[in-house]
């Protein structure tokens, strides 16, 4: 019986152990971590979501979108992740203290998602700085099939770090946008083209709210919502080799009755996807939240425990740096 | 040495006429006292398994034709994939892991088993909770946590469920016969007793006191790991030393090396949850502290691994002829592959290269199905026939059985670690786009999908079988269902 007592204690006592030292004392550690803030205590970051947002993740969950997607960036000695442009820096534990569901995910299937809401503003700087290779593709005349996967050339990583020769100055996005018809918050971008980039490299988050941001063909700028909902509707419409699925269930198609929606997806050379004359796809709420929660994925924000390769690289370094 | 291990075991045709031996009397009667409930246990289990399987394979498929029955929202690639898994964990895995404790807690107590409906219920209660959560992640109540996907109406089900099922096997504990409690009641007490406290932690941690940002995936796969290793890896390495020293009539080699293994066993891989958040967002410690843990693991793996190898000395050919023994040596030897793969993939330096890829996916599997499931249809081949009074019908159909799953997992675990490494090779090459990276992958994925077809058409043949020994058309002999016939005269049981 003696030995019974010691058995049953050991079972407990491994449990307890375990428990306290993987949950409870890194909770201790962790668990309670506040938002940081500047001397004046503006620039407050992170911030708790929008309402959207907050449904998003329930959708986001709920599709399983976190068996294939991570929402993590890795330190520069754990994998190519800074290097993919997945981020500016590591993700730190306050990244994440307003998240309703914390989905770091660990497969990737398709590719991380902890920024996807900044690379808008990326790409703006990007183009405003040393036009992208992704202009190569915009001259008019160009074929259904390549515009259809120009986007991708644009959103791919490996574009954005090679920094090819421009081969005209005036195609960086903005000037396009502004010249297509429609575009009426071309204007926002305007800026972006003509003066000199801003240094400061958190973005201004209003354009990341720039749905309506287009390329020269008409299509939606990579990552921004227009381009997100075109995605989730039909990933092969934008990327034909993506094995993503369909979400086609969070639209609907309906008969356009009197003015288009605004939020009508915009099938811009592909014609495949586009829904016969007088029907539009609408997003459903769902997919609205959705949108906005992939749109407030945005860890650029500097912190102070996660050293940014971006900002340090033109400040003085404190020490060496490799 | 131990009260069980080398009892030769009577073949079951005599059971019901011999009376002279008292021990043949009381382990008849202790068998027919768990008739009810552990073939409840079984039937829901193989149902759930089957339906696992259907959905695995739909989920493996639509990873390379995505345009598969897309426009359904309960088909979603997202949404099958959580529920097969679940299915494979909660539906199949722990009902028929249930189902083998209980037969073998009523055998190593030595006493009937008491409150057979309690059980029942459990059992029902168990399966209304898997049905539940199951139609909860159709539907898309998806809790957004892996392994802990079912929603609250169903996971409080399976807890409640879970509660009659412990208490009826504390009850059963309390009430055994002798003192000496084998090797195998450890590893049952322990992981009934696991089991509710990692469940009711991760509950509370997640979803009543939800703590704050990344705690919540620590907790998670504190959780998921403990679940694997806790819970199915107790469950299967307690079967293992049963099942081995039976079948080939002889004792544990040592049973001072399986007490050092237990508790090493439960000490080290209770802290190995962080390895799967390597270079996350956490304190260097906690990853480390996994890490540390998982290379430890080796010594309870070593230890494990020899005192079976050391029993088996000798009696290896046995495996030509029982089929417990094949499916059982083969779940025990990829346990040490397991835990082995396991340490490389923790490893910073091999992390770096395959965290985020269908390597963690093969690793599971190779966990929950390689060496938990195989285990588990070794018991089945060993107790279903002592339950119903009739031996299995067709050995062709058991040698299928175990081909098509030894070659399906086999060729699954291989085609997701290689393929893993490739497409992690890939994604670590920033200058490679990254549709390459998933590009690199895909045919390993459609040769996954052939892995599929050999485990469906095996487990469709594993519950034909079962089915007939549960309608009674199983065999009467007085011998039991050997894969070849008997050349000599073998020394051991069945």
Known sequence: ?????????????????????????????????????????????????????????????????????????????????????????????????????????????????????????????????????????????????????????????????????????????????????GAVAGASQAPAGNAPAPTASASPSTMVANVNALTSEGEPLPYTAAWHHRHLYNPRSINEDSNMPAYRFLYQKRRIGGVASPDAINFAGAPNDQPAAGWEIVPSYDAKCLVAYLMSRDQSHPLKEAKSAVVAAPAPAKEGQK | MNPTAGTQEPPLGDMEVTTSDVDRVERALIDASTRLPVLVFYASAVGWLLFATLFGFLTSI??????????????????????????????????????????????????????????????????????????????????????????????????????????????????????????????????????????????????????????????????????????????????????????????????????????????????????????????????????????????????????????????????????TLRFTVFGAITYTAFSIVGVIISLRSMAQIVHFTEVSMGWTYMGLYAFFTMVMFGSMYYIVPRLVGREWRYATLIKLHFWGSAYGIGLMVLLLLVGGFVQGLSLNDPTLPFDETTESILPYLRGRSLSWILLTVSHCIFAFHFGLMLLGFGRTASLPTFLNPLEEKSEGGH
């Not at chain 1, 909770?27 to 503006?42: A, K, Y």
């Not at chain 1, 040393?130 to 593709?137: D, K, L, N, T």
């Not at chain 2, 209304?128 to 109540?141: A, E, P, R, T």
Request: proline content about 7%.
């Open chain 1, 1 to 181: 019986m003696k030995g019974l007592q010691s058995i049953f204690l050991g079972i407990f006592g491994i449990f307890g152990f375990s428990w306290l030292g993987m949950t409870v004392v890194p909770n201790l550690q962790i668990g309670s971590l506040n938002p940081q803030s500047d001397d004046e205590g503006t620039d407050i970051y992170p911030m708790p979501a929008s309402g959207m947002a907050l449904h998003g993740a329930r959708v986001y969950a709920a599709n399983g979108c976190l068996y294939c997607h991570t929402q993590q960036v890795r330190p520069e000695y754990g994998g190519s992740d800074l290097d993919r442009k997945w981020g500016e820096r590591r993700s730190a534990p306050r990244d994440y203290i307003f998240e309703p569901i914390v989905m770091l995910g660990n497969m990737r299937t398709g590719p991380d998602l902890a920024n996807v809401g900044h690379r808008p503003a990326l790409q703006e700087k990007g183009a405003a700085a040393a036009p992208s290779p992704a202009a190569g593709a915009s001259p008019a005349p160009a074929s259904g099939a390549t515009a259809g996967t120009s986007p991708v050339a644009g959103a791919s990583p490996a574009g954005a770090v090679s920094p090819a020769p421009a081969t005209s100055p005036a195609v960086a996005a903005s000037p396009a946008t502004a010249a297509s018809p």
């Open chain 2, 62 to 323: 639509k990873m390379h034709s995505p345009d598969l029955l897309t426009n359904v929202d309960w088909l979603t690639w997202g949404r099958i994939r959580p529920a097969h898994l679940n299915a494979l964990i909660y539906g199949w895995g722990s009902m028929v892991g249930m189902g083998t404790s209980i037969w073998l807690m009523a055998r190593l107590c030595r006493t009937t088993l008491r409150h057979p409906l309690l059980l029942i219920t459990g059992a029902a209660f168990w399966n209304l909770g898997v049905l539940m959560g199951i139609i909860g992640v159709l539907i898309g109540d998806n809790t957004g946590y892996e392994w802990l996907e079912f929603p609250g109406y169903s996971a409080i089900t399976l807890f409640v469920a879970y509660l009659l099922i412990m208490t009826w096997a504390l009850i059963m504990f309390r009430y055994r016969r002798r003192g000496h409690v084998y090797i195998t009641q450890w590893y049952l007490l322990g992981a009934f007793l696991w089991f509710p406290w990692l469940y009711a932690a991760a509950q509370t941690m997640l979803f009543i006191v939800p703590v704050q940002g990344v705690m919540q995936a620590a907790v998670n796969w504190w959780f998921a790991n403990g679940l694997l290793f806790l819970w199915f890896g107790s469950i299967g390495l307690g079967t293992a030393y049963y099942m081995i020293p039976k079948v080939i009539g002889r004792p544990v080699h040592s049973y001072y090396l399986a007490t050092i293994g237990f508790w090493t066993f439960a000490i080290f891989s209770s802290w190995t949850g962080m390895m799967r958040l390597i270079d996350g967002p956490f304190p260097a410690w906690m990853i480390t502290a996994s890490i540390a843990a998982m290379i430890l693991s080796v010594i309870p793996v070593a230890t494990v691994g020899l005192n079976h190898h050391m029993t088996m000395q000798g009696h290896f050919p046995l495996m030509r002829y029982s089929p």
